[in-house]
């Protein structure tokens, strides 16, 4: 299967008969993985779409992938969140596509605000790094409760009451505009030069 014919654009009214297809692939992927916010309503998604805060991905008139961006603390700062692929469209590279558009999507309607991703995903980590975001605790992210209160269809909400938001087992990421970001080593370069150091003392031997 190729992407060729995949459209990923902009979401609004149009697509929000997509809305309930959207819900399920959301709730069917937070299954498989055991963690994640398990539902969202089709109202809820739909109102992303009329008021242009989503991505939508079309193959033909059939819903493939989706993502949508949130405000926060009067507009400081703006999440990203939702991100979905269609199981039978996976590995084509289709995520990265709809994760660029929702950052541009972002950057084009806040062009000031911060944003920010929670995930347990590595995939997703990697894609945000690549965009320039930055791993920070939890603490870091908007303090707006309304936001938090999003968590609590999360199979691990538990985690995060108890440890008054600070802690969870999601990772935070955060994009800040005002911030120049520098390309610097991935967390694991340390531990390869250290290995390969090793190696190499092992075959002087």
Same mark, same amino acid.
């Given at each position: 299967?190729?992407?060729?014919?995949?459209?990923?654009?902009?979401?609004?009214?149009?697509?929000?008969?997509?809305?309930?297809?959207?819900?399920?692939?959301?709730?069917?992927?937070?299954?498989?993985?055991?963690?994640?916010?398990?539902?969202?309503?089709?109202?809820?998604?739909?109102?992303?779409?009329?008021?242009?805060?989503?991505?939508?991905?079309?193959?033909?008139?059939?819903?493939?992938? %989706?993502? /949508?961006?949130?405000?926060? $603390?009067?507009?400081?700062?703006? +999440?990203?969140?939702? &991100?979905?692929?269609?199981?039978? *469209?996976?590995?084509?590279?289709?995520?990265?596509?709809?994760?660029?558009?929702?950052?541009?999507?972002?950057?084009?309607? %806040?062009? /000031?605000?911060?944003?920010? $991703?929670?995930?347990?995903?590595? +995939?997703?980590?990697? &894609?945000?790094?690549?965009?320039? *975001?930055?791993?920070?605790?939890?603490?870091?992210?908007?303090?707006?409760?309304?936001?938090?209160?999003?968590?609590?269809?999360?199979?691990?909400?538990?985690?995060?009451?108890?440890?008054?938001?600070?802690?969870?087992?999601?990772?935070?990421?955060?994009?800040?505009?005002?911030?120049?970001?520098?390309?610097?080593?991935?967390?694991?370069?340390?531990?390869?030069?250290?290995?390969?150091?090793?190696?190499?003392?092992?075959?002087?031997?």
């Amino acid at each position: 299967m190729e992407t060729k014919d995949i459209r990923v654009q902009y979401a609004d009214s149009s697509h929000v008969v997509h809305a309930e297809r959207i819900c399920q692939l959301i709730f069917e992927s937070a299954q498989q993985r055991g963690t994640g916010i398990a539902k969202r309503r089709p109202e809820y998604i739909a109102d992303k779409m009329e008021n242009g805060k989503a991505v939508i991905a079309l193959d033909g008139d059939k819903c493939v992938g %989706f993502s /949508y961006i949130e405000c926060w $603390s009067h507009g400081d700062y703006v +999440a990203t969140s939702g &991100l979905i692929v269609d199981p039978e *469209y996976r590995r084509l590279g289709l995520a990265t596509k709809i994760k660029e558009k929702t950052f541009q999507l972002a950057r084009e309607r %806040f062009p /000031y605000a911060k944003l920010f $991703s929670i995930t347990t995903s590595l +995939a997703v980590m990697k &894609l945000n790094t690549r965009l320039g *975001y930055q791993p920070v605790t939890l603490s870091e992210l908007t303090h707006d409760q309304e936001f938090w209160q999003g968590c609590e269809g999360c199979v691990n909400y538990d985690v995060l009451k108890r440890n008054n938001h600070r802690i969870c087992l999601c990772y935070g990421m955060l994009y800040d505009p005002r911030v120049q970001n520098k390309p610097r080593a991935h967390w694991y370069t340390p531990y390869w030069m250290a290995m390969r150091n090793f190696t190499k003392k092992i075959f002087r031997l």
